[in-house]
Structure formats: structure tokens, C-alpha cells
């Protein structure tokens, strides 16, 4: 019990300065965020310095299909984790441990799916994508790797999720960090001296990540006793998998609707020419960059939204998300300064022989994005909230109308205005999102305040 306490006392959400609790999480939240770009980030920089553009622009075109499988398997991982987060808001352990053994069981499920699945069908998806010739091979040998090793990056997304849920963010940073300077010294051990080509990059990213998702299970066990999984744990139901995977798939489908559209997007880039599809890769790795700060605040929400509805503080939920409106508000000040500002020198970082016609249409692309960087503020706070109140199935929703406003931006915007119509499909996709979830978030409130009125009348 004096365990219990012990967690409870240094990473319960549900108690203290909400604005505190939230900065004190997502600061960590967004450093490992932001190593875990850096692996993408050195993989293009070394790709384009030992490879050659091409090499380059390659990996690049792979991101909206990475992110359709990774980013769902990311999603499912982080809805099981919501129900830890909650029964561990209510203090119910027994129900964290068989919880976490649950999500454990339903990953390696997971994982043995998503591998299979990939390997038919990365060839067709990459071939959908209308990749150019020139970079399909060395797009297909990256990418493939990176989906036969993805059962590492669910080990570490699953792992890191959980630490999360009982209100350690920190932990998962440090391992990821180690994990990064190993990434870097494995990708030139594998490019320059094994000469493994662009595929060593993959490969020295799912070794890193492995690391990283061993060290924080290790951790994990060792650091919070009263999580070690017993021989009862491991004994699920369907109902409960099923409580997991009505979290969990919603939100790993939101991933992959967003997914997709991206994907419709990169298909009209590819159909733009050589000098676009550099500078918008240039551009999409240092808009990913700068939107992590938006994730570590959604990710924090999530978990700060389960801790407290499992704890009925439902006043307290409505408190964390306004404070964390307005941190999203002042993080986008920021953001939008240093873009007008460095935008354009930051495509030299990754693309080191940029023309400054590419410099040129990066900056162009994250002028654009920063202009309403405020929507997709509000969709990672609000979205994820509604998650962490056990409202994932309203987000899918909200998925789906992003994915068609951003398609019929790619159809129509891009053959009426070309590239501007590439820069503005994301803020188009972002408002069909936000008109679903803004009210959706405000009904939740309402239902909740009448439930507490409830459980007050109740108790008297």
C-alpha cells in the first residue's frame, strides 16, 4: 500500500495546480517527442549527406505511409493506456496491473498483424502514392524495414505509454535519448562502414527504439513494485480487451484517417516535380518538428483527463483543458515567430546542395502552416481530452471530416493554385476536425457537470 502511495504521491494528476501538473508532464513529453523526430531527422541528414538527394527526397516520401501503420499502431497503444491512466486515477492497482497485461497481450496481436499486413502491401501502397521511379527502390528498402521492425517501436510506444499513465513522463525520455546517440552512431556504422545503403538507416532506427522500449519495460518493473505483473494478471476476458480496444482502435484509426489523407496529399506533390517534392519534404520534417509540442500537450491531456475522470474530478478536467488552451495559445506565438523568421535557413539543415527556389517554397509552406497552427493547437488538446474521457469514437468522426476536407483540397485547390494549394490543405483538413470536436467537447462538459450534480445528491 505504501507503494501505491508513493506513485500516487509524485505523479497523481489529480491533485495540485492543474496549469503545474500539465507544464511539469508535457515538458518531458515533448523532449522525447522531439528525439524521437531527431531519429527521422538524423536518418534524412546522413541519408542526404553520405547518400545524395535523391536518397534523401526518398525517405521523405515515405512519411505519410510511416505514419498511416506506425501512426496507428501509436494510437492504439496510447487508447490502451488511457484505461490504466483511469483505474489508476481511481486507485484500483489490481486493475492497472491487469490492465497493463492486457496491452501487452493485445501488442503482440497487434504487432504480428500490422507486420503481415505490411509485408504485402507496402510495394502497392508506395506504387498508389505515384512514387517517381528514380526514388521508388530506395523508398521501398527503407520503408520495409522500418514496418519488419515495427514490433520495436510498439514495444517502446507501449512501455512509454504506461510509465505515462501512472504520471511519469520523464522516464521514457531518458532511455530515448540514450537511444538517439546510439541511432546516430549506428546509422553511420551501417551506411559508411557496412555500407547497408538507405536501408541501414532503418535499421539503425529499430535497433535504437528496441533499446529504448526494453529499457523503459526493465525500468518499469523495477522502479514501481506494485505494477509487477502477476500470474492472475495475465487472465483477461473479451470484455475487457474489448474495454481496451474501444479505446484504443478509435484512436489508432484517427491516426490512420489523418494518414491517408496525407498520402492523397503527397500523390499531388509527386505530380508537381522534383523541386517541389524536395523543398515539401524539407518543409514536412521541420513542420513535424515544430508540431511536437502540440502532441507532448495532447498526450498529457489524455492521461490528465483519464487520471481525473477515473478519480471523478470532473471540474478539475474542465480547469486542465482551459489552462491548456491557453499554454497551446502562448507555444503557438512562439513557433509562428522563429518560422517567419529562420524558416527558409532551416531547408540547409537537411538539404545541404538546396536551390533557393526549394529554400524559397519551404518557407512558403511554413509560412502558411503557422498561420493556423491555432486549429491544429485546438484538435490535439480538445481531441485528446475527449479520449482521456472515454469520448474516442467522436474523434473518429472528426478524423473522417479531416480527411475529406483535406482531399478535396488536394483534388481541387492543388489544380487550381498549384503549391499554394498544397500549403493549404492542411489548415482546410484542420477546420473540418475542429468544427466536430470543439462541441462535441463542450456536450462532454455539460454531461459531466450534471453527472457530478448526480453523484453530490446521491452522497447526501
Same mark, same amino acid.
Given at each position: 500500500?505504501?507503494?501505491?502511495?508513493?506513485?500516487?504521491?509524485?505523479?497523481?494528476?489529480?491533485?495540485?495546480?492543474?496549469?503545474?501538473?500539465?507544464?511539469?508532464?508535457?515538458?518531458?513529453?515533448?523532449?522525447?517527442? /522531439?528525439?524521437?523526430?531527431?531519429?527521422?531527422?538524423?536518418?534524412?541528414?546522413?541519408?542526404?549527406?553520405?547518400?545524395?538527394?535523391?536518397?534523401?527526397?526518398?525517405?521523405?516520401?515515405?512519411?505519410?505511409?510511416?505514419?498511416?501503420?506506425?501512426?496507428?499502431?501509436?494510437?492504439?497503444?496510447?487508447?490502451?493506456?488511457?484505461?490504466?491512466?483511469? &483505474?489508476?486515477?481511481?486507485?484500483?492497482?489490481?486493475?492497472?496491473?491487469?490492465?497493463?497485461?492486457?496491452?501487452? /497481450?493485445?501488442?503482440?496481436?497487434?504487432?504480428?498483424?500490422?507486420?503481415?499486413?505490411?509485408?504485402?502491401?507496402?510495394?502497392? /501502397?508506395?506504387?498508389?502514392?505515384?512514387?517517381?521511379?528514380?526514388?521508388?527502390?530506395?523508398? *521501398?528498402?527503407?520503408?520495409?524495414?522500418?514496418?519488419? $521492425?515495427?514490433? %520495436?517501436?510498439?514495444?517502446?510506444?507501449?512501455?512509454?505509454?504506461?510509465?505515462?499513465?501512472?504520471?511519469?513522463?520523464?522516464?521514457?525520455?531518458?532511455?530515448?535519448?540514450?537511444?538517439?546517440?546510439?541511432?546516430?552512431?549506428?546509422?553511420? !556504422?551501417?551506411?559508411?562502414?557496412?555500407?547497408?545503403?538507405? %536501408?541501414?538507416?532503418?535499421?539503425?532506427?529499430?535497433?535504437?527504439?528496441?533499446?529504448?522500449?526494453?529499457?523503459? !519495460?526493465?525500468?518499469?518493473?523495477?522502479? *514501481?513494485?506494485?505494477?509487477?505483473?502477476?500470474?492472475?494478471?495475465?487472465?483477461?476476458?473479451?470484455?475487457?480487451?474489448?474495454?481496451?480496444?474501444?479505446?484504443?482502435?478509435?484512436?489508432?484509426?484517427?491516426?490512420?484517417?489523418?494518414?491517408?489523407?496525407?498520402?492523397?496529399?503527397?500523390?499531388?506533390?509527386?505530380?508537381?516535380?522534383?523541386?517541389?517534392?524536395?523543398?515539401?519534404?524539407?518543409?514536412?520534417?521541420?513542420?513535424? /518538428?515544430?508540431?511536437?509540442?502540440? $502532441?507532448?500537450?495532447?498526450?498529457?491531456?489524455?492521461?490528465?483527463?483519464?487520471?481525473?475522470?477515473?478519480?471523478?474530478?470532473?471540474?478539475?478536467?474542465?480547469?486542465?483543458?482551459?489552462?491548456?488552451?491557453? #499554454?497551446?495559445?502562448?507555444?503557438?506565438?512562439?513557433?509562428?515567430?522563429?518560422?517567419?523568421?529562420? $524558416?527558409?535557413?532551416?531547408? &540547409?539543415?537537411?538539404?545541404?546542395?538546396?536551390?533557393?527556389?526549394?529554400?524559397? @517554397?519551404?518557407?512558403?509552406?511554413?509560412? *502558411?502552416?503557422?498561420?493556423? &497552427?491555432?486549429?491544429?493547437? +485546438?484538435?490535439?488538446? *480538445?481531441?485528446?481530452?475527449?479520449?482521456?474521457?472515454?469520448?474516442?469514437?467522436?474523434?473518429?468522426?472528426? $478524423?473522417?471530416?479531416?480527411?475529406?476536407?483535406?482531399?478535396?483540397?488536394?483534388?481541387?485547390?492543388?489544380? @487550381?493554385?498549384?503549391?499554394?494549394?498544397?500549403?493549404?490543405?492542411?489548415?482546410?483538413?484542420?477546420?473540418? +476536425?475542429?468544427?466536430?470536436? #470543439?462541441?462535441?467537447?463542450?456536450? %462532454?462538459?455539460?454531461?459531466?457537470?450534471?453527472?457530478?450534480?448526480?453523484?453530490?445528491?446521491?452522497?447526501?
Amino acid at each position: 500500500m505504501g507503494t501505491t502511495k508513493a506513485i500516487s504521491d509524485k505523479n497523481n494528476l489529480t491533485v495540485g495546480s492543474p496549469i503545474k501538473k500539465i507544464i511539469l508532464f508535457t515538458i518531458p513529453v515533448l523532449l522525447g517527442a /522531439l528525439f524521437q523526430q531527431f531519429y527521422g531527422l538524423v536518418d534524412a541528414i546522413i541519408v542526404d549527406r553520405t547518400l545524395g538527394q535523391t536518397a534523401f527526397s526518398s525517405v521523405g516520401i515515405t512519411g505519410s505511409l510511416s505514419f498511416l501503420v506506425l501512426g496507428f499502431a501509436q494510437g492504439t497503444t496510447a487508447g490502451f493506456s488511457v484505461v490504466a491512466s483511469q &483505474y489508476f486515477g481511481a486507485k484500483e492497482m489490481d486493475k492497472v496491473r491487469k490492465s497493463i497485461a492486457t496491452s501487452f /497481450l493485445l501488442c503482440v496481436i497487434l504487432t504480428v498483424i500490422l507486420t503481415a499486413l505490411m509485408a504485402v502491401f507496402t510495394r502497392p /501502397l508506395l506504387q498508389l502514392l505515384n512514387t517517381p521511379e528514380k526514388y521508388f527502390e530506395n523508398s *521501398y528498402a527503407y520503408i520495409s524495414t522500418i514496418f519488419y $521492425g515495427m514490433g %520495436a517501436t510498439i514495444l517502446y510506444n507501449i512501455a512509454a505509454y504506461i510509465l505515462r499513465a501512472l504520471g511519469d513522463s520523464k522516464t521514457p525520455l531518458y532511455f530515448l535519448v540514450v537511444a538517439c546517440v546510439l541511432n546516430i552512431g549506428m546509422d553511420l !556504422l551501417f551506411i559508411i562502414v557496412f555500407k547497408m545503403g538507405i %536501408a541501414g538507416a532503418g535499421w539503425a532506427t529499430v535497433l535504437s527504439q528496441l533499446l529504448a522500449g526494453i529499457a523503459c !519495460l526493465v525500468y518499469m518493473f523495477i522502479k *514501481y513494485p506494485v505494477i509487477r505483473l502477476k500470474k492472475e494478471d495475465w487472465k483477461t476476458s473479451f470484455r475487457f480487451c474489448m474495454k481496451h480496444l474501444n479505446i484504443g482502435i478509435p484512436m489508432g484509426f484517427q491516426f490512420s484517417i489523418i494518414a491517408i489523407g496525407i498520402m492523397i496529399q503527397q500523390a499531388a506533390i509527386n505530380s508537381l516535380g522534383d523541386d517541389v517534392v524536395t523543398a515539401y519534404t524539407a518543409a514536412s520534417r521541420i513542420d513535424n /518538428l515544430f508540431v511536437q509540442g502540440y $502532441g507532448a500537450l495532447g498526450t498529457t491531456m489524455a492521461t490528465f483527463c483519464g487520471q481525473n475522470l477515473g478519480a471523478k474530478q470532473y471540474d478539475r478536467m474542465k480547469r486542465g483543458v482551459r489552462d491548456a488552451t491557453i #499554454l497551446g495559445v502562448c507555444i503557438t506565438v512562439v513557433i509562428a515567430t522563429v518560422i517567419s523568421i529562420f $524558416g527558409e535557413s532551416m531547408t &540547409y539543415w537537411f538539404i545541404s546542395t538546396a536551390t533557393k527556389e526549394q529554400a524559397q @517554397l519551404c518557407q512558403k509552406y511554413l509560412i *502558411y502552416q503557422a498561420m493556423f &497552427y491555432l486549429l491544429l493547437m +485546438a484538435i490535439y488538446v *480538445y481531441r485528446n481530452s475527449l479520449q482521456g474521457m472515454n469520448y474516442s469514437s467522436i474523434t473518429v468522426v472528426a $478524423g473522417i471530416l479531416e480527411l475529406v476536407m483535406r482531399c478535396l483540397a488536394a483534388f481541387v485547390l492543388v489544380q @487550381l493554385w498549384g503549391f499554394v494549394g498544397i500549403c493549404l490543405s492542411n489548415p482546410v483538413a484542420w477546420v473540418g +476536425a475542429d468544427i466536430i470536436l #470543439l462541441p462535441a467537447y463542450f456536450f %462532454a462538459i455539460r454531461k459531466f457537470k450534471k453527472k457530478q450534480l448526480v453523484e453530490v445528491t446521491a452522497t447526501k
